[in-house]
DNA sequence: GATGAATGAGCTTTCATTCAT
DNA sequence: TATGAATGAAAGCTCATTCAT
């Protein structure tokens, strides 16, 4: 039994070094940019090694989104639980984590939201990571309306406005990394009072 | 004299053909998977042709990032003097023309603004088609705070965190197409009025 | 174990093989009329296996000359040990033996004495095959004025005309091919001796 | 007739241009590495124009071959004329002539002597510089003979062995540059002397 | 489970040359 | 006389991937 584990433990451990090797290169270099030999040097294994893995190149790429997506989802599962009584400050919350999770992992943010869909293949965001992000984004949006804290129309109207809006600080932050934006912190900070502010009142 | 002329205009016209197919596809495909010998095909002219035109393809991509912005730019100086007494108004329209052009010119502005800075080589926002295209934001925001109509501590913050949410609607409605959003007017006006109202009330 | 001998052996196998296959070439063809591709056809594999036997071609031009150098150096230790005594018969040995191994392996001559030279890269003669070739001549010599077979100022200046004079026989023989010479041991006769003689009388 | 005679001159003026800039580059880059279009953008043409004065670019290396011979023909020719009446000195100052046209003209020499035989295509060195130079030197050498200064069996060999050693120290000295050689005059002073010594005694 | 050898397809770019003007 | 436009061919090299071991 022990050598079975071990030998499994071993397999998911070398797994998962392709995978964050794979993630930092691809951010670093762009999907286009890392081939498979430069990717097996780096982890020191050879490229066919890669293949035992995973199928190919898309899939390990994909893996890699599923990947980043299970963190975002965890953390803003363990929000919501955390602040289910106050459906604004879950919904405040959310967005700055989301802005958070995205600096904190620009390779994992920008390789699913910002890469993937530029890529020629046929990428599918339904059922993808972007997707299940969202939702709660929209669940949070939708908990503040029946709470008469926020006044909208239309959940999802808003729910999506607020989605490209900090999807849109999120990545200016990760890929302009030359323009001169006020401090960081400042910036996020003035978006999601934007936006809060701007569904308060009507 | 015709001659020549009648020549200058036939290379004109080839240097704008080369552009233009470039364009769809450096979209289509993202600039890795265009290669010129494809894009040679494309327009059924010798991968040799293209270098009587452009340097190497660098320059070529960045010459469409200039003609993007030339006329980005131009809609939005045409916009400001129709507007010039009403700063609001020219806010306002200024975010839906920036989002106009983006969808409608959505080769131009994915090349532009979300392919080439995940490029590897050594692109440059400053002095590029986004900053250029950013100033006449920055500048109408001063405009609506100099007249009392917004409210705001700090102007560049707030052009911004405008900037954001714009380029983020933008390109979130062109990369990710298969996205059940709600009706494209629909989330650009929420997202616009989402922000204006944001800024009104302090 | 016996596999990765024998995987290995194969291995060298190859190399030598296109290491063989390139100095043919590259003699008959001269250093930038040989293509990857050519060679590789030439042997019957593809241009990618040349590749995971050498860096590039200029690291397969190089291999090519040491490789020249070293069967040149070995053949002159070999001689000086059998003559250590007769000093002189080295000497005349010695040329009789360089001009024999540049007609012997025209293309290695050719390849490092002729054409190196004259790539556009920065080939350096310093550490070379050639300045180690030489140096067995300028001990020669040397040894002949210490036993007083030779008369010379300078034993530098001696062992370079020495060295550019049967350069100069070898290298008539090997590329001017159509040139009415005289019998070819008649020629390399004749300069030997006119040489020696040269030296000895003063 | 004074338009038609300066519309030659001037045709004959860019022929001269093209030429003189092809030896410098030919030179300086190799045969292989200077392209019609790098060679009409140093003399500022067009490409096309090189083709109005030469057929391609083997007609163009074959002519600045020809020409570097008219020149050292010419020089040899002149000496001849000068020292008829002592033929030794002839031979000497005519091996000094040899190698000081090379040293002085390396492009033409190299291109000539060197190059040319390596080159893949058809060269034929009957009938060309290298044999009509050769002949100079096979004249002085009977000459010598025939007034007894000079012993030998066999003028042609004879001939031949000056004639490779003082290309081996021509060729050398252009090619091997960073070779630590001796003083220039220095070596040439040795092999000269080296030469005639070998040949007076008998 | 991991690897070394090998490949076909493709890349960007440059070449010598031609042709209509 | 000179040129600008254009091209087919080829260059050196790297890619993702497979297969036998």
Same mark, same amino acid.
């Given at each position: 039994?022990?050598?079975?584990?071990?030998?499994?433990?071993?397999?998911?451990?070398?797994?998962?070094?392709?995978?964050?090797?794979?993630?930092?290169?691809?951010?670093?270099?762009?999907?286009?940019?890392?081939s498979m030999?430069?990717?097996?040097?780096?982890?020191?294994?050879?490229?066919?090694? /890669?293949?035992? +893995?995973?199928?190919d190149k898309a899939e390990l790429f994909n893996q890699l989104c599923d990947e980043s997506?299970?963190?975002?989802?965890?953390?803003?599962?363990?929000?919501?639980?955390?602040?289910?009584?106050?459906?604004?400050?879950?919904?405040?919350?959310?967005?700055?984590?989301? /802005?958070?999770?995205?600096?904190? +992992?620009?390779?994992?943010?920008?390789?699913?939201f910002i890469l993937a869909p530029t890529r020629g293949d046929d990428y599918q965001f339904q059922g993808s990571a972007g997707e299940r992000a969202f939702s709660y984004m929209r669940g949070a949006v939708a908990l503040c309306v029946a709470k008469g804290e926020l006044q909208t129309a239309d959940i999802d109207a808003t729910a999506q406005a607020i989605w490209a809006s900090i999807h849109g600080v999120t990545?200016?932050? /990760?890929? +302009?990394?030359?323009?001169?934006?006020?401090p960081k912190n400042k910036l996020i900070e003035e978006t999601i009072e934007m936006i809060v502010r701007g569904l308060q009142t009507r």
């Open positions: 039994m022990g050598v079975r584990e071990r030998r499994e433990r071993q397999k998911e451990e070398l797994r998962q070094e392709i995978l964050d090797a794979a993630r930092e290169m691809f951010f670093e270099e762009g999907y286009e940019n890392v030999r430069k990717l097996a040097e780096r982890i020191e294994y050879s490229p066919t090694t /890669i293949y035992l +893995h995973f199928k997506f299970a963190k975002l989802a965890l953390r803003l599962e363990k929000l919501q639980k955390r602040l289910s009584r106050d459906p604004l400050a879950f919904l405040r919350e959310g967005l700055r984590a989301y /802005i958070d999770f995205g600096l904190k +992992h620009p390779h994992h943010y920008a390789v699913t990545s200016l932050l /990760i890929t +302009h990394k030359d323009f001169p934006f006020v």
